[in-house]
């Protein structure tokens, strides 16, 4: 199996004032790529894992980022590093998607520690990309359990998260 990955960020915004005899305008064009061939260096990646998911009222779970994932073809997938993580909450949702903050064996990451948590609000997005060789390691056993919660309760929240990284 080979991996590509192509994620591509694009902004296109325009502020505009009326003036007595003109409007104003400040166009904003933005845009990022990142490009992984398959590999586990610089510029690489050779695992991905995606799922959508639904957690209860005041629910949370774990997830193992190196030993239960599994594959489109079966296969269990290690994540030795992450390169990329994605997720998307639901616009339906009432609550937050809290990321991170795992009380045990918890995956640093992108967080400063493993008990530091990111809000991803409802119709909210989150990406966070590293493509160097480095990315976000995560430690089998010891620091590799992405938490996902949600942030109240009364109503479920769903979302959607994509993991991209290397094995080795």
Partial sequence: MTLS???LFQLAAELTSAQDLTTASAPLS?????????GAGA???DRIWSDERTLAASASEDIDLAGTLVDPFGGTITFARVKGLIVAAAAGNTNNVVIGGASSNGWVGP???????LAVRPGGLLVLMSPDATGYPVTAGTGDLLH???????SSVTYQIVVIGAAS
């Fill in 5 to 7: 990955v192509r994620a």
């Fill in 30 to 38: 933005f845009s990022r790529q990142v490009l992984l061939t398959d």
């Fill in 43 to 45: 510029g690489q990646a």
């Fill in 111 to 117: 967080f400063g520690a493993a008990d530091n948590t």
């Fill in 148 to 154: 996902v919660a949600n942030s109240g309760a009364g």
